[in-house]
């Protein structure tokens, strides 16, 4: 009931290209996903997030879409850059409830130049 | 987006000595602070979670009497690995939430290193 499937588990893009990462969750109350980007050595930063209440958010090259009944939430990333390469997270929790996030297990993303 | 500190950024120490990483919520009070661990090439996996003046509340399989964690201001929050052991060895995340609903913002990690 808790787990967030993250697929794929690497990825590989070029330059320019789009990258799409995919999260299905079980748990019919969770209503906030966040996606967070990790560099090596770093902790996550949050990148974009989104509620239920809508079934797309876009904030510049970064866009989530949102699939309330197939329970799925995915992350795009359009024209990506060698910069974009990071590992990805998403993640799911009960926004209201002050509950802990769920992480999915990640995504190794390289954009080649 | 509000910002969270951790110190040390890594560590080096060996084995069993006792070692303390703080967590501080630099621009905004965290009345929630979350600690995880990472090992390389995996996700996050949560260790506790504390309120400000409240004990902590451990994931199972977490030994609170190894991994204890004090929460004492609305802007710190210390994690000190006790009696660290060569298995300890991982990076250490600290995240904040601030006052209700609300995002969580991760620091920027700390690397530990039992020898």
């Known amino acids: 009931q808790q787990q967030v499937k993250q697929s794929p588990q690497s990825l590989i893009v070029q330059k320019g290209g789009i990258s799409i990462i995919n999260c299905a969750y079980e748990n019919t109350a969770f209503d906030y996903f966040p996606w967070y980007q990790q560099f090596p050595g770093k902790g996550p930063a949050l990148l974009i997030a989104i509620r239920p209440d809508v079934s797309e958010k876009k904030e510049g090259r970064f866009t989530i879409s949102f699939n309330k009944s197939a329970k799925q939430f995915s992350l795009h990333i359009m024209d990506s850059q060698p910069g974009d390469s990071a590992t990805y997270f998403c993640a799911a929790s009960m926004y209201s409830g002050y509950s802990t996030l769920t992480f999915g297990k990640g995504t190794m993303l390289l954009v080649s130049p | 987006g509000a910002v969270v500190s951790q110190h040390p950024s890594w560590v080096i120490c060996k084995s069993g000595t006792s070692v303390k990483i703080e967590c501080r919520s630099l621009?905004?009070?965290?009345?929630?602070m979350f600690w995880y661990r990472q090992f390389p090439k995996q996700s996050l996996m949560l260790m506790a979670t504390s309120n400000e003046g409240s004990k902590a509340t451990y994931e199972q399989g977490v030994e609170k009497d190894k991994f204890l964690i004090n929460h004492a201001s609305l802007t710190l929050s210390t994690l000190t690995v006790t009696s660290a052991h060569p298995e300890d060895s991982s990076f250490y995340i600290c995240s904040a939430r601030g006052v209700g609903p609300s995002e969580q913002y991760f620091g920027p990690g700390t690397r530990l290193t039992v020898t």
């Open positions: 621009d905004f009070q965290a009345t929630t």
